[in-house]
């Protein structure tokens, strides 16, 4: 069965250091990947993807991941974090079975402390 | 733009008691509808999910069930609520394509 596994449940980090969140998935066809941000109490909101096309995908805020496919990952990262990026992070990936139905891992918490 | 609400956005009720939350979906047609469940500290649970008016599939057995009685409504509900059923509920909703899209989610305390 598919799978998404996140290693690390929480993450702190200073504020303007880097940050690399891990992300690995089983599958045995071709995926779709993406990273959502969750911030307390709110919905979760879809920071990048991965369709096809370029590995390296960036979003608007300075997160980018890489899809690799040897190595089953889409790791995020980010060079430097600020405050506001304190958040629960999850990756996810497309479910083979269809229905536009996607497979979550458990999450990580981001902590950026000043 | 398409939106996406639910309602309400908080709720504290009895075990025993009935349940319903609604998810409402504006600026698109037929479009893809999912329940998750996010219980306090770990990660998303889809509860169900609709392709079309009046199809539901559950992905697992539970004491909830959902409707979609129009295109853009999504309703789950439950007749008699049990205090693990309490969690942050969230609707979501997908075009012909596997992104998915969030409310801003119900907050169910089951006392």
């Known amino acids: 069965a598919q799978s998404v596994t996140q290693l690390d449940s929480q993450v702190p980090v200073f504020e303007e250091a880097p940050v690399e969140l891990r992300c690995n998935y089983s599958s045995s066809v071709s995926v779709y990947l993406f990273w959502y941000v969750q911030y307390p109490n709110q919905g979760l909101q879809l920071l990048l993807k991965?369709?096809?096309?370029?590995?390296l995908v960036e979003s608007i805020n300075g997160f980018e991941a890489e899809f690799n496919k040897s190595q089953t990952s889409f790791h995020l990262r980010k060079p430097s974090v600020h405050i506001s990026d304190t958040a629960e992070y999850f990756c996810a990936v497309s479910d083979e079975g269809g229905y536009n139905k996607l497979i979550f891992g458990a999450g990580t918490r981001l902590a950026v402390h000043p | 733009s398409q939106t996406i609400h639910q309602w309400p956005a908080t709720l504290v009720q009895p075990v025993g008691s009935p349940l319903s939350l609604e998810c409402t979906v504006e600026?698109?047609?037929?479009?893809?509808l999912y329940w998750y469940r996010q219980a306090a500290g770990r990660g998303l649970q889809l509860l169900f999910y609709s392709v079309g008016i009046g199809q539901i599939s559950s992905e697992v057995p539970q004491n909830l069930s959902a409707s979609r009685p129009q295109d853009r409504q999504f309703i789950l509900s439950s007749k008699k609520l049990l205090l693990s059923d309490s969690g942050f509920y969230l609707c979501?909703?997908?075009?012909?394509?596997?992104?998915?899209?969030f409310g801003p989610g119900t907050r169910l305390t089951v006392t």
């Open positions: 991965y369709l096809s096309g370029s590995t």
């Open positions: 979501a909703w997908s075009p012909d394509s596997y992104e998915q899209y």
């Open positions: 600026g698109t047609s037929n479009p893809n």
